[in-house]
């Protein structure tokens, strides 16, 4: 190193070699050098590692589902994960967002970015059970014509808010409520004759199958008419008593056409795409198909009503599943009404006249069933809607006792 008495230089000036006496301008000077060089401060080395991911939430038990966010600290990094086991390398499959895991998982991750030594592996065991028990938490309706009143409610749909909305059918208008059952707001008789069922698609806009009139109708999300479709018959685009509507990913809708014992396929604007099904028995056929869903996976699930079993399809409409008989035990049916399905894809079931509601994986598997005849608290008579919420709580809308009834898991 070298000093000047007036300005530090690369080159000119005395050899440092032992101590450094000289004060004032001199002194400022070397500081000054030394500050710019960086020598008494070098940077400090980039880091060498990723940094190791985290999970949220935490390993641990849950019920029926759990969405596991993976994170890493180091900027740019690419995060991958595997549910096998085994632990993540280059090519495992990259995390884009939430992870739904719908059954006991060791989930694993490792980060990796250009230029630095890949993660350490993060590890967690995520123990997912189905709930087999519900609690009756909230009630509300009763028959008649008021503001908190129903007539014959059927199906059920939630929003993204989970606001419930519900065709009330004999009073001929369409309601919604919060998932407390604060109502919001009615669509009425000026629009409808006897709605029956009805879907939200991603933007918030509500379609009704009406019943009686024989179409579906379509509304914006505060009830201004957007569209309809549907004529009393048989041909392509017509129907006889549409009893349900449902709407997939891509905005397709679906329609139980239940007195043509067909399901039919549209564009969201009501272009006819295809239909499947006849009278009778067999695998694709119905018997009064009264009430569908569609699941995350894209299968629809069919409530074949005087078949007394549930149906599940592509859809494109091939055949995949069904299960049920007429009965009352364990994964029998008297009329199924209604389904649904759970994040996790498990299918619940508005069992008619059995009075109860029956849990299903998506393949059929009974898991749990609950209810029986009754107005008290946790009982239900002829259910005839059934919808889950993203916390897993179950909506019931209750033909005879005019109400819908919010059942929570059980701890």
């Known amino acids: 190193m070298r000093f000047a008495g007036s300005r530090p230089a690369d080159t000119a000036g005395a050899l440092w070699r032992n101590r450094l006496f000289r004060t004032g301008s001199s002194l400022v000077g070397l500081i000054a050098a030394l500050h710019v060089s960086g020598c008494c401060t070098p940077p400090s080395p980039e880091p060498s590692k990723v940094d190791t991911p985290s999970f949220a939430p935490s390993a641990g038990a849950y019920t029926d589902w759990v969405e596991v966010t993976i994170a890493c600290e180091t900027t740019g990094a690419t995060i991958r ?4 086991g085994s632990d993540p390398t280059s090519s495992s499959d990259e995390v884009s967002g939430a992870i739904l895991l719908s059954e006991t998982t060791t989930l ?25 028990s519900y609690t009756s938490e909230t009630t509300w309706g009763s028959q008649g014509t008021g503001l908190m009143q129903f ?13 419930v909305y519900i065709p009330d059918s004999a009073n001929a208008r369409v309601r919604k409520f919060t998932g407390d059952g604060s109502r919001l707001a009615d669509w009425d008789s000026g629009t409808f004759e006897f709605p029956t069922g009805v879907a939200l698609d991603a933007y918030g806009n509500i379609y009704v199958a009406d019943w009686t009139k024989h179409r579906v109708r379509v509304l914006s999300s505060s009830g201004s008419f957007i569209r309809e479709w549907g004529t009393p018959g048989s041909l392509d685009g ?13 905005g397709n809708v679906y329609v139980s ?19 499947w099904g006849t009278f009778g028995d067999g695998e694709g056929e119905f018997y009064n198909p009264i ?39 364990d994964g029998e049916f008297d009329n199924p009404w209604a389904v649904a ?9 508005a069992d008619h006249l059995n009075h109860r509601i029956q849990k299903f994986t998506s393949d059929g598997d ?26 897993g709580n179950v909506f019931v809308a209750e033909w005879a006792n005019n109400r819908i009834q919010k059942f929570a898991p059980a701890e």
């Open 81 to 84: 994960h595997t549910t096998d």
């Open 108 to 132: 694993k991750a490792r980060a990796f970015k250009d230029g630095l030594t890949e993660s350490d592996v993060a590890s967690a065991e995520f123990t997912v059970t189905p709930a087999t």
């Open 151 to 163: 007539h014959q409610p059927q199906r059920i749909a939630l929003d993204a808010s989970a606001n």
């Open 238 to 250: 017509q129907f006889d008593n549409p009893s349900d509507v449902a709407l997939d990913a891509s």
């Open 257 to 275: 056409d239940y007195r043509n014992n067909r399901i039919q396929k549209f564009t969201s604007s009501g272009t006819f795409v295809s239909k």
């Open 291 to 329: 009430g569908l869903t569609i699941g995350a996976s894209g299968h629809l699930y069919v409530a074949d009503r005087g078949n007394h079993r549930i149906q599940k399809f592509t859809d494109d409409g091939t055949f995949v599943a069904e299960w049920g008989s007429q009965g009352s035990g």
């Open 341 to 349: 399905v759970d994040l996790a894809e498990n299918v619940y079931v």
């Open 366 to 391: 009974f898991i749990a069933t609950w209810g029986s005849q009754g107005s008290g608290a946790g009982q239900l008579d002829r259910p005839s809607g059934v919808a889950v919420d993203g916390d």
